[in-house]
């Protein structure tokens, strides 16, 4: 079964610049997860789709930050501009069970990790 | 928005001694709490899962849970080197994890 796939691996970029991730969770699941990692820190979630609509995105700094889910699948996070303080390892999760109480594990992508100049 | 606080360490203890680690919840709506490990430089991976009060054991690792108290914890028998890691606490509800645990163990 193939994992959580996320590109790019890494980006450079310069501040007030623009970027993209993208994600592929495992087939099947229905809960997708962005992550921001700063280095030694746990992970902060920033938003969670249940299929193509969104949980929860009140982390999510939304004067800079989108993030969509079309037709419950792929997902792509957005910076725009970025600031010194996005650089991170972002992190997308997806799981095989929805938002309610008992629920499985998160299964992690590689992470792509931003630097900001 | 601390959910979920951890003792950031780091916690070092020799091999073969038990690593214990500590996590409180703010959230009593939370009924699913999980530990996952992360190496450096790699994504976090889940370790146990524990969804009821008292313990639950998988082999070296048991959790331990206290929903009256909010509190979960951790404890690792016989430390090895490769359990050297961060570990991070995570409660259900919208799955926010803590701060993580660094911990060592020194050969």
């Known amino acids: 079964e193939a994992g959580v796939a996320q590109s790019p691996r890494y980006k450079i970029i310069e501040k007030r610049q623009s970027v993209a991730f993208w994600c592929n969770p495992i087939s099947g699941h229905a809960t997708l997860y962005w992550y921001q990692q700063i280095l030694g820190q746990g992970p902060k979630l920033l938003i969670q789709?249940?299929?193509?609509?969104?949980?929860?995105d009140s982390q999510l700094p939304k004067d800079r930050f989108s993030a969509e889910r079309l037709k419950g699948v792929d997902s792509t996070l957005k910076i725009q501009p970025a600031k010194l303080e996005d650089s991170a390892v972002y992190l997308c999760?997806?799981?095989?069970?929805?938002?309610?109480?008992?629920?499985?594990?998160?299964?992690f992508g590689e992470g792509s990790r931003l630097t900001v100049l | 928005q601390k959910e979920v606080e951890q003792n950031s360490g780091p916690l070092s203890v020799p091999e073969g001694a038990i690593a214990s680690l500590n996590c409180t919840y703010s959230?009593?709506?939370?009924?699913?709490f999980f530990w996952y490990r992360q190496y450096s430089g790699k994504s976090p991976e889940l370790i146990m899962s524990i969804y009821s009060n008292g313990d639950k054991e998988d082999g070296r690792f048991t959790a331990q849970l206290n929903k009256a108290s909010q509190y979960v914890s951790l404890l690792i028998r016989d430390s090895q080197p490769s359990d050297s890691a961060t570990y991070l606490c995570?409660?259900?509800?919208?799955?926010?994890f803590g701060t993580g645990t660094s911990l060592t163990v020194i050969p």
């Open positions: 995570a409660a259900r509800n919208q799955f926010y």
């Open positions: 999760a997806s799981s095989p069970y929805p938002d309610r109480g008992r629920t499985g594990e998160l299964f």
């Open positions: 959230d009593r709506v939370s009924q699913s």
């Open positions: 789709f249940q299929n193509n609509g969104v949980v929860d």
